[in-house]
């Protein structure tokens, strides 16, 4: 089945995402849910479904909203969430989640998106997508429900590689900025690097280094450093991008998951604790619902995989219809705007000057304000 020319609008070009659609722990009805969703809100978008067709075409077959919109890839195999990375590099070829990288390499598709393993679907998109020149850690990057006018924060590493020195750092800096000003259409983001406080003698050796680092870029990279930031500035506004290691990025982004949760659940306990507070959910309820909207993990579901040749999204493994809609309008965003080529060129303008330049000596009397851009 191909996508049909007459269901475009004119002059436009339909963007394709390949969907791994048996890598969720919801199974392949929750990815098609979330594509019919996604197809519903948007002409523009077409599909390359990958997993076994026999399985998939009655999925599909169903939803008239996909009809000359969806293409497969009959593959036979999955990679599941308790596969080894290397593993599946060695192996896996013939799984959906390779397949759907393969699309990507291939130029059939603008993008990925993937619920499977993260890491062997950040193993194999460097093994297929390789990483861009100079890129020595690619990294995940989410968007945080925030204080900031635009609503959300952008965070990384978040679990792509739990080390990084100062260098990478920079990178994901440079990277994150790229992403904020070309997905968020902010002119000149402000970064910030996690750190256990703000003072400029905290931290380990390599987040001294990397304020020196990502100090010196801020005019060159154009993004505003406002030095080291706590993790209460994660959901504020002092910052619209956050750096940290995978590790710390990983357990912050899980806390706040489950947090959120708490919330909706005390919430619902408390209002269901007498006929008195019954009836204010009832008179709340617009308001409870903007709320839970406001800070639903489902909407910003997607981690964007920087530093390679490529777009891929990967959505959370748990995803339900509307969290894979969210992880395909992110993967479609970015292919619209270019994100890929625009990121490439941004770290290429930058690589000769971070490899050839020392990095700066971390000066502990130094007042925290001063590195700021």
Known sequence: MTAQTDQKRPGSRRIIISVDAMGGDAGPSAVVAGIVKSAEKNPDIGFILHGPQQQLEPLVSRQRTLEGRVEYRDVADVVTMEDRPSHVMRNGKGTSMWSALESVRSGEADGAVSCGNTGALMALSMLRLRKLPGVNRPAIAVLWPSRN????????????????????????????????????????????????????????????????????????ANYDFVGFVEGSDIPGDVADVIVTDGFTGNVAIKTGEGTAGLIGDLLREAFKYSPLSRLASVLAITSMNRLKKR????????????????????????????????????????????????????????????????????????????GQA
């Open 295 to 370: 800070i639903d993990p489902r909407r910003v579901n997607g981690g964007v995989f920087l530093g390679l040749n490529g777009n891929v999204v990967k959505s959370h493994g748990s995803a339900d219809a509307t969290g894979v809609s969210a992880a395909i309008k992110l993967a479609f965003h970015l292919a619209q705007s270019g994100f890929a080529e625009k990121l490439a060129a941004r770290v290429a303008s930058t690589v000769e000057l971070t490899q050839d330049d020392p990095i700066p000596a971390a000066n502990p009397d130094q007042d925290h304000n001063e």
């Open 149 to 220: 006018p635009q609503g959300f924060n952008v965070m990384l590493d978040v679990g792509a590689d739990i080390r990084a020195d100062a260098r990478d750092l920079l990178q994901y800096a440079l990277m994150g900025a790229s992403y904020a000003r070309n997905g968020m259409d902010l002119r000149r983001p402000r970064i910030g690097l996690l750190n256990v406080g703000t003072e400029q003698h905290k931290g380990r050796t390599e987040l001294k280094e990397a304020h020196g680092l990502i100090a010196q870029f801020a005019e060159t």
